[in-house]
């Protein structure tokens, strides 16, 4: 038995401990496996605070993964260079290292609904086999042109910070005028995360190169018509990737269900 | 003061303590809305109160919540009395039902459940970590807990010793906020193994258990009224035995028995609410026994009466009239 030791002596040993819970996780984007650390419980700690977010729930959520990710992931891959659909991957392998190799997922088919659980190992697996478009794609509406692709984690954070700091600090969650307010600038955050570069005449504005303000305020000025095209690029290049990796068919009893995997804070739990 | 032996689940053995006195009663009923002044009354009582010579604090004995809960119930039952008199407001219908448990019966039902030690010790990879139930803080002084620190005790608060390889890392000895930096570097698995094989478990075995059932006084309702044992809040099971009295009775009861009796402010604060409320309870029926002589003496002439023996004697005018 050891005499007592310090807290730095213990602190130390259990980091070298934790090393034993490393793993890797694969990114779809980079097309390879990278390195991570095991979670802690100090990352327990932040995603409980999720729960007391309410109607927030998502801003908190994004900003307290994006905390987490720059703790475990390998150090030398920025995540300016990690879209929010590997983030989406990367959660739920995650989950499969730290809580549990599944996870549930409610089927339904009419009004009816089963619950059960995947395999996320046999999940992560099917997706390596499968092709995914992380290219930027160009829009213009005669006038305006622009560059857009899946924003990186760097930069949902970047916004949600921003969303939170300056749209929903000190706003009551039970005043329902307050939150209809929000929904203009929530629009536009959304759309502006996707958006890299503008190009006005041969003026080309890099926007990931301005801080959030600026950048959203240049969206906002940009045409109709760009910012409808924009969407529908979006819809069909990006929401549609999305919804190939949460949406999960299963025959169940001859009938098609249809799942949809949720991840947010309940996948560490 | 008087002592009692006072059953202590966690150590499954006896601690002699003394009883509650009105001071500590008062100090206790006058906190009972606030949280953080109870939790120091309470948990001021439980160091104060146990006799030297069979002290377990020098041993390293730390009441669980669980211990608190049992000992502040046995002391109530000694020292204030044994029926806890209650209101409860059905949420169905509004009405209002009284009820009265009866702590000795209340132990009884609790025991099978309550009355064990929980320890438990879960081993993921080179970690052992020995979860038990809560201990309370002793120290009087301790801070006020910020959120931060209310959400380090929620999460980490079952884990009372950790062992890692060959090395103890000795919990108990070492202040909270060490614990709570060594707890927060735990990998996340073993955190959660704890959550799933025993906090999920004692939360189970506690959600169910009743502390109280009774039916709501209107008959066309019936609504069933319960109040249930919740682990992680255990101040608030322990401020129900106190709801059915408040500084005011005291204080009436106080300014009651001091107007009859010359006692010493001392004596007063040394006895236990039990005894004051004896004396309140004789003074009251004294007093209704005087008021009721008062309205039936009829003044007695003793010249008239004892005619034979005064006579000769002149009456003079009385002095008393």
């Keep these: 038995m050891s005499e007592q ?49 309410g109607v927030f729930a998502n801003n908190v959520f994004n900003q307290i993964t994006y905390d987490i990710l720059k703790d475990v992931l390998d150090p030398s891959i920025p995540l300016s260079n990690i879209t929010v659909f590997d983030k989406l991957v990367i959660l739920l392998q995650l989950r499969m290292i730290n809580v549990k190799n599944t996870i549930g997922v409610n089927f339904s088919f009419g009004e009816k609904v089963v619950s059960e659980e995947i395999n996320i190992k046999e999940f992560i697996d099917s997706l390596k086999l499968k092709t995914f478009n ?29 969303f939170a700091q300056t749209k929903i600090k000190g ?34 504005i890099n926007l990931l190169a301005h801080p959030v303000e600026s950048r959203l305020a240049i969206v906002e000025k940009l045409s109709g018509s760009l910012i409808t095209k924009i969407l529908e690029t979006i819809d069909a290049k990006y929401s549609s990737q999305l919804k190939e990796l949460l949406v999960i068919p299963k025959t169940i009893d001859e009938n098609e269900y249809i799942g949809n995997l949720e991840i947010g804070p ?3 739990t | ?24 009663y008062r100090d206790i009923l006058k906190s009972v809305e606030d949280s953080d002044n109870f939790n120091y009354y309470t948990n001021k009582l439980l160091t104060e109160n146990i006799t030297d010579q069979y002290s377990l604090l020098r041993d390293g004995f730390t009441p669980t919540l669980i211990d608190k809960f049992i000992i502040m119930l046995q002391l109530k039952a000694y020292s204030c009395n044994t029926n806890l008199s209650l209101t409860r407001e059905c949420s169905k219908c509004a009405t209002k039902t009284d009820f009265v448990i009866d702590l000795n ?34 120290n009087p002084n301790a801070e006020v807990f910020t959120d931060d620190q209310k959400l380090n005790r929620y999460l980490y608060s079952f884990i009372s010793d950790i062992s890692l390889s060959d090395n103890k890392l000795l919990l108990p000895t070492r ?11 735990l990998p996340y698995n073993v955190t959660y193994a704890v959550k799933t094989h025993f906090v999920d478990d004692i939360h189970n075995i506690f959600k169910e258990l009743l502390f109280f059932k009774t039916k709501c006084n209107d008959k066309k309702c019936g609504d069933e009224l319960e109040i249930k044992f919740d682990i992680l809040n255990i101040d608030d099971i322990v401020k129900l035995l106190f709801r059915d009295s408040n500084n005011t009775n005291m204080l009436q009861q106080y300014a009651s028995v001091s107007n009859h009796c010359h006692f010493d402010y001392s004596f007063y604060k040394s006895i236990c609410p039990a005894e004051l409320e004896t004396l309140y309870n004789m003074i009251t029926e004294s007093s209704k026994s005087d008021n009721a002589e008062e309205n039936t003496n009829q003044d007695i002439d003793l010249f008239q009466q004892y005619r034979s023996q005064t006579q000769g004697m002149v009456e003079s005018e009385s002095e008393f009239k």
């Excluded at chain 1, 213990?10 to 934790?18: A, D, E, P, R, Y």
């Excluded at chain 1, 390195?35 to 977010?53: D, E, F, G, Q, W």
């Excluded at chain 2, 003061?1 to 202590?8: C, E, N």
């Excluded at chain 2, 039902?109 to 803080?137: E, H, M, Q, W």
């Design chain 1, 134 to 162: 992380f290219e930027v794609a160009t829009v213009s509406d005669g006038t305006y042109e622009a560059e857009i692709c899946f924003p990186s984690i760097e930069n949902e954070f970047q916004f949600e910070r921003n």
């Design chain 2, 1 to 24: 003061m008087l002592s009692y032996r006072i059953w202590v689940p966690s150590t499954q053995s006896y601690l002699r303590m003394y009883e509650i006195n009105c001071e500590q």
């Design chain 2, 175 to 185: 202040p909270d906020d060490e614990k709570f930096k060594i707890c927060q570097s």
């Design chain 1, 171 to 204: 706003i009551d969650q039970s005043d329902l005028e307050a939150l209809k307010n929000l929904f203009d600038p929530l629009f536009i955050k959304e759309i502006c995360m996707y958006i890299r570069s503008v190009k006005i005449s041969d003026q080309y």
């Design chain 2, 105 to 138: 019966r209340l132990i009884d039902s609790l025991a099978p459940v309550v009355d064990r030690s929980f320890k438990k010790t879960i081993t993921v990879g080179s970690y052992s970590v020995v979860c038990d139930i809560p201990s309370i803080n002793l």
């Design chain 1, 266 to 268: 309940e996948i560490f």
């Design chain 1, 5 to 53: 030791l310090s807290l730095q002596e213990i602190l130390s040993l259990v980091n070298q401990t934790n090393k034993q819970f490393d793993s890797v996780v694969y990114i779809p984007s980079l097309n390879k496996e990278v390195y991570v650390k095991s979670m802690n419980a100090s990352h327990l700690k932040s995603v409980i605070r999720t729960a007391v977010a």
